[in-house]
T-cell receptor, first 108, second 113 residues
């Protein structure tokens, strides 16, 4: 069983829709929870990170962590075509463990 | 500009021909690592280094070597590449092992025929 499970999609939504992404994990030792965004032919870039359970907002992006359920989510409100990318969840105890990534396409 | 630079970006080689992928960072980061990215498998760590002359295996180290003689450089060496090492490779660096932000290079697309 993988430490981090993420549905690879792909996910296609119309512009303005809410995008919902999630990951589950099995390692209770994970302390930090991150979302990376990867555009085509580029390296991943950190989008958001959280340390504890709860919600964190940054503009149109909201990250949620539920440690009791070992479940994290990323929501993108008012999605734009520029949000089209692969989104990878990542978690850290002493090293980063990544999900497989979900490819999102926002249609204009 | 803070960045991680990998070279080459694209490489096609033949089975058994030794190759090196270079990685350099200009942020004075202590922690550097190499990942490979394969469809459906995500990013898997190959090797990492906590500081100069300190390296350790990640999740998929077989067939790879690394060295860390200088803080800024962390080359990935494939002594005898095989077709199953065809992949997209990323170098990353961060301040410490407790990564709250890893900076990634642009990637190296390697094809072994």
């Amino acid at each position: 069983q993988k430490e981090v499970e993420q549905d690879p999609g792909p996910l296609s939504v119309p512009e303005g829709a809410i995008v919902s992404l999630n990951c589950t994990y099995s390692n209770s030792a994970f302390q930090y929870f991150m979302w990376y965004r990867q555009y085509s032919r580029k390296g991943p870039e950190l989008l958001m990170y959280t340390y504890s359970s709860g919600n964190k907002e940054d503009g149109r992006f909201t990250a949620q962590v539920d440690k009791s359920s070992k479940y994290i989510s990323l929501f993108i409100r008012d999605s734009q075509p520029s949000d089209s990318a692969t989104y990878l969840c990542a978690m850290d105890d002493y090293k980063l463990s990544f999900g497989a990534g979900t490819t999102v396409t926002v249609r204009a | 500009e803070a960045q991680v630079t990998q070279n080459p970006r694209y490489l096609i080689t033949v089975t058994g021909k030794k190759l090196t992928v270079t990685c350099s960072q200009n942020m004075n980061h202590e922690y550097m690592s190499w990942y490979r990215q394969d469809p459906g498998l995500g990013l898997r760590q190959i090797y990492y280094s906590m500081n100069v002359e300190v390296t350790d295996k990640g999740d998929v180290p077989e067939g790879y070597k690394v060295s860390r003689k200088e803080k800024r450089n962390f080359p990935l060496i494939l002594e005898s590449p095989s077709p199953n090492q065809t992949s997209l490779y990323f170098c990353a660096s961060s301040w410490g092992q407790e990564n709250t932000e890893a900076f990634f290079g642009q990637g190296t697309r390697l094809t072994v025929v």
